[in-house]
């Protein structure tokens, strides 16, 4: 099965600039998660969609940062205005449900913010 | 969800097992231990999840005290393709609560 979709892999903005990120889920995965993940530190939660509805966007900065999973599907992640301090790998994932074990990721895009 | 412990890095000789430790000492009755490991430059994926009793898959073997409060993954052949950071995450299984990656263990497979 095709696996999880992201684009695009690599991105370069600078500061006060905006940029939107792309997502597929795997098909059939009701779950969808955007991550951040700062170089040296592990994956943290931006956001999770159950179908096209939120589930957590506690650690979302909603002043910049806004997402959107139009249709139950596919998600696009925008960074608007973007800071230095945004640059890292965002990571989208998908599940079957937002309590199985298992979350299949993508391979990422990398924002360096200059 | 319970903060886990893990060892920044750790070297390996292939063809070896590999054994990396996780204490989670403040998990509680009903968290899993989780563990996803992260190939440089690939996104994160699952290798094994456990309650209480020891579990075995075609990855690895994921070992848990009898008290609970610390775990080992175990790679039984390692291999280069195994180099990775393995992340050891503790969560309630079926609630939807996000995983916490922590910074994880930098694993070296050497020829």
């Known amino acids: 099965e095709a696996g999880v979709a992201q684009s695009p892999r690599y991105k370069i903005i600078e500061k006060r600039q905006s940029v939107a990120f792309w997502c597929n889920p795997i098909?059939?995965?009701?779950?969808l998660y955007w991550y951040q993940q700062i170089l040296g530190q592990g994956p943290k939660l931006l956001i999770q969609f159950q179908n096209n509805g939120v589930v957590d966007d506690s650690q979302l900065p909603k002043d910049r940062f806004s997402a959107e999973r139009l249709k139950g599907v596919d998600s696009t992640l925008k960074i608007q205005p973007a800071k230095l301090e945004d640059s890292a790998v965002y990571l989208c994932?998908?599940?079957?449900?937002?309590?199985?074990?298992?979350?299949?990721f993508g391979p990422g895009t990398r924002l360096t913010v200059t | 969800d319970a903060k886990t412990t893990q060892p920044t890095s750790m070297d390996c000789a292939e063809g070896r097992a590999a054994n990396l430790p996780c204490n989670h000492s403040?998990?509680?009755?009903?968290?899993?231990v989780y563990w996803y490991r992260q190939i440089h430059s690939q996104g994160p994926q699952y290798i094994i999840h456990g309650l209480k009793n020891n579990e075995t898959n075609e990855m690895a073997s994921l070992i848990i005290t009898e008290d609970r409060k610390s775990s080992t993954l175990i790679l039984p052949h390692a291999t280069l393709r195994d180099t990775a950071v393995y992340y050891c995450i503790v969560r309630f299984s079926n609630t939807g609560n996000q995983f916490y990656f922590g910074t994880g263990t930098s694993l070296t497979v050497i020829p």
């Open positions: 098909s059939g995965h009701a779950t």
């Open positions: 403040t998990i509680s009755g009903n968290e899993y």
């Open positions: 994932a998908s599940s079957l449900g937002t309590g199985t074990y298992e979350q299949y």
